[in-house]
């Protein structure tokens, strides 16, 4: 595994101070460029550098969920009637 991979798992379960970030990144045996991206925080260089991903899908499937029915959703162009905290905003 990385120096870079095990440091981020590391910080990931227990949060570095910022005042003790730049020490502790200092203190890895990494190469030069790996240290500046974590340096400065360049998530887009250091995903480059592990070989990441450039985009992700995140979606939750509900298996058990039944699906909406149209006359569940509320409509747009339908009216709602206040409730009653809204009323005595209206009344004058």
Do not use: W
Request: aromatic residues 6%.
């Amino acid at each position: 595994m990385s120096n870079i991979i095990r440091f981020l798992e590391t910080a990931g379960r227990r949060p570095i101070p910022a005042a003790d970030y730049i020490a502790c990144v200092s203190a890895l045996e990494l190469e030069s460029f790996e240290r500046q991206a974590l340096l400065d925080r360049n998530h887009a260089a250091l995903n480059e550098l592990l070989g990441g991903r450039s985009k992700m899908f995140f979606g939750v499937m509900a298996p058990n969920e039944e699906p909406m029915r149209e006359d569940d959703l509320p409509g747009e162009d339908e009216p709602t009637e206040p409730d009653e905290a809204e009323a005595s905003l209206l009344r004058p």
